[in-house]
T-cell receptor, first 111, second 115 residues
């Protein structure tokens, strides 16, 4: 079983739609959680850290469910510029600062 | 956040040769990380480069194949040795930024093609 699992997609949605991505992680010792965005042929960029209480940044909302070992990302009012690969990333305490990356979910927003 | 640069940005190399990739950060950082992203795949950590000590390698990666230098707190190099086509990947360095949540920020990457 992969340490971090995501639906690879692609998710094809129209502009203005709301889209949700899910991610599960296997190691219960995971302590920090992130969503990164990666555009084609570019480096990953931090989109959001995911806090235990959940957090919102504009159109983006991230939630964490430790009991189910599940992380989600909700994007409201999708823009064409949101098209990218979204990477679910987990830091495990016992690994020090090592980040474990999911394979990514592809989002395509179309006009 | 820190500004991270990598050199070269891309290269095409012949089988059996070696390539050294440089990573420069505009601020001092204790740890730097080297990742590989193979075509169509996500990122995999190769090693953690610590200043003043040997790099720590992840399972499946060895020092003979991926020697790393860390001469100071703003610079590191990764060498891909005796390359084969399977080494064709994007190689990225990253540095930690957040104290509480262990965020990492990435350099622009080096796109390597081995013929």
């Amino acid at each position: 079983r992969k340490e971090v699992e995501q639906d690879p997609g692609p998710f094809n949605v129209p502009e203005g739609a709301t889209v949700a991505f899910n991610c599960t992680y296997s190691n219960s010792a995971s302590q920090s959680f992130f969503w990164y965005r990666q555009d084609c042929r570019k480096e990953p960029k931090l989109l959001m850290s995911v806090y235990s209480s959940g957090n919102e940044d504009g159109r983006f909302t991230a939630q964490l469910n430790r009991a189910s070992q599940y992380i989600s990302l909700l994007i409201r009012d999708s823009k064409l510029s949101d098209s990218a690969t979204y990477l679910c990333v987990v830091n495990v305490r016992e690994y020090g600062n090592k980040l474990v990356f999911g394979a990514g979910t592809i989002l395509r927003v179309k006009s | 956040s820190a500004v991270i640069s990598q050199k070269p940005s891309r290269d095409i190399c012949q089988r059996g040769t070696s390539l050294t990739i440089q990573c420069q950060v505009d601020s001092q950082v204790t740890m730097m990380f080297w990742y590989r992203q193979q075509p169509g795949q996500s990122l995999t950590l190769i090693a953690t480069a610590n200043q003043g000590s040997e790099a720590t390698y992840e399972s499946g990666f060895v020092i003979d194949k991926f020697p790393i230098s860390r001469p100071n707190l703003t610079f590191s190099t990764l060498t891909v040795s005796n390359m084969s086509p399977e080494d064709s990947s994007i190689y990225l360095c990253s540095v930690p930024q957040g104290r509480r949540y262990n965020e990492q920020f990435f350099g622009p990457g080096t796109r390597l093609t081995v013929l």
